[in-house]
């Protein structure tokens, strides 16, 4: 998604001697607790304020449960919870971002939305290093604007295969 580097790809064909790295990407920005995140806004299939949910017996922390959007069962995942960010507060700029991964919905509620932004290659550096202690494989890069940093991430990985499956195990 945000890797710049595709050298596998033969451009010998292409005239103005550029290729698809080149194109700038579009980024959906959001708030969890003091840190903004960056999401591809390709991802996006909806933004939706918070209601309430109906709750999973003896689900994760961070499910918050589930919701019927438009006949579909679509898990909502708390990020403050899921980020071990602190105790999450719902409020007017609460949203839910709801997205369509590999077929399947799932919202994630977050702070608040607050822009789409176009990064071109040359605005994303590498995620820093951490020691194994610390989970971070979601983490694509950092994109920056100015004096404002955005973490990417890859919401696949962030995201389990088994939190998005819920509707599948609810209906079984």
């Given at each position: 998604?945000?890797?710049?580097?595709h050298s596998s790809h033969n451009d010998t064909n292409?005239?103005?001697?550029s290729n698809h790295?080149?194109?700038?990407?579009e980024i959906l920005a959001f708030t969890v607790g003091d840190?903004?995140?960056g999401i591809d806004i390709q991802k996006?299939?909806?933004l939706r304020s918070y209601n309430s949910v109906t709750r999973i017996a003896?689900?994760?922390?961070h499910m918050k449960g589930v919701v019927n959007l438009r006949g579909v069962i679509v898990p909502m995942i708390d990020m403050r919870i899921k980020l071990n960010l602190g105790t999450p507060t719902y409020n007017d700029f609460t949203v839910?971002?709801?997205l369509n991964l590999a077929g399947n919905t799932v919202g994630i509620v977050v702070d608040n939305v607050s822009d789409v932004v176009t990064l071109s290659l040359n605005q994303i550096k590498p995620a820093p290093s951490f020691d194994t202690s610390v989970n971070a494989?979601?983490?694509l890069g950092l994109g920056t604007i100015d004096e404002r940093m955005l973490i990417l991430v890859n919401v696949e990985e962030m995201i389990s295969a088994a939190e998005i499956n819920i509707d599948h195990r609810l209906a079984a």
């Open positions: 998604m945000f890797e710049p580097n292409n005239t103005n001697n790295t080149d194109l700038p990407l840190e903004e995140y996006v299939q909806e003896n689900a994760a922390e839910v971002i709801v494989n979601y983490i």
